[in-house]
């Protein structure tokens, strides 16, 4: 029973999934391979998965991309890092430093584990940052990143306002983000709809600047940007110039959809009574088409 359940076979769409296991950081962790029916080409990609609650908010364009770049003849794999429920230690808090490691890890696995020569990283928001800082570390010759966090700063006090919004839209008193402050300085831990943002942690995302952190990749980059308004935004302006002034090739699309703030967060609507209805499903078609599309351009181009 275990061995028949271990891999799964889309005939439709033409790709196979199986469990592999890899080392990641002080132990092991479960990860997912998607593989085309037919030859696969050399180049690998990696799924690089975002920070706390945001790994389960954003699992279905995760997949979603994985499975469509899997279509395109391309072998990927998308995995948990240490501290989510894959992994072997889901005790220790995860944060900024040990999802570099672990991605470092995996990375360096993906050849032998997919039998390809060179090696991309892709990701969503945190995931989308490390996927650059993988990149970068590896000399890797292909990133895309969607929503990427470029201000770790920025990036935390956001996650205190949605904690903060949260109660007002179900109108709880709840506390301020001074208040959500206070209580991490005070006790070294704060709930965040449910995540435990340790002081430790937090103090590793004050130090994150993805602008400033990126100092050698010269490949070809992808950045999404997913927002409601067709204008780019200044951060990803500033980010794309970074990585330019480093010598890559950048393209920057701007992916628009009334949904575009559910990015990252909830995104499970009632649709009619009892149902519910994924707010996101065009961004995620969109992301995982365009994701696809602009790999095998690069490909074709290598």
């Known amino acids: 029973m275990l061995t028949a359940h271990r891999s799964f076979t889309d005939e439709a769409n033409g790709l196979c999934e199986r469990f592999v296991r890899l080392d990641a950081g002080p132990g092991s962790t479960w990860g997912v391979l998607s593989t085309p029916f037919g030859e696969s080409r050399s180049l690998g990609w990696v799924v690089c998965h975002p920070f706390g609650n945001e790994q389960v908010d ?18 990927v794999l998308r995995f948990a890092c240490q501290g989510y429920g894959d ?14 490691r672990d991605t470092l890890d995996v ?6 584990v997919a039998g390809v020569e060179r090696v991309g990283t892709v990701g969503s928001r945190f995931g989308g940052t490390v996927a650059a800082l993988v990149a970068d570390r590896e000399d ?10 470029v201000s770790g700063p920025k990036y935390t006090t956001e996650l205190f306002r949605s904690r903060v919004i949260v109660d007002i839209i179900h109108g709880w008193t709840g506390p301020s983000v001074e208040d959500l402050r206070a209580t991490l300085d005070a006790e070294g831990m704060v709930n965040v709809k449910g995540l435990a ?10 130090e994150l600047d993805l602008t400033r952190d990126l100092g050698r ?21 500033k980010l794309r110039r970074t990585l330019e002034g480093l010598g890559a090739s950048v393209d920057l699309e701007v992916i628009t959809d009334p949904a575009a703030p559910h990015f990252g967060y909830e995104h499970f609507q009632p649709v009619a009574k ?13 992301l995982a088409a365009s994701t696809a599309r602009w790999a095998e351009r690069q490909w074709a181009g290598r």
């Open 87 to 100: 992994s072997d230690d889901v005790s220790t808090p995860a944060g900024p430093a040990s999802h570099l």
């Open 58 to 75: 954003l699992h279905m364009p995760d997949v979603a991309i994985a499975r469509r770049l899997a279509m395109a003849g391309f072998p």
């Open 274 to 286: 009892d149902e519910l209805g994924d707010s996101l499903e065009t961004v995620n078609d969109t």
């Open 217 to 237: 990749f010269s490949g070809r980059a992808l950045l999404f940007q997913v927002s409601r308004g067709e204008t780019p935004q200044g951060q990803l302006v």
């Open 197 to 206: 943002l340790h002081g430790a942690v937090f103090d590793e995302f004050q």
């Open 107 to 112: 990375v360096r696995q993906m050849p032998s």
């Open 140 to 149: 890797l010759p292909f990133v895309v990143m969607a929503a990427p966090i």
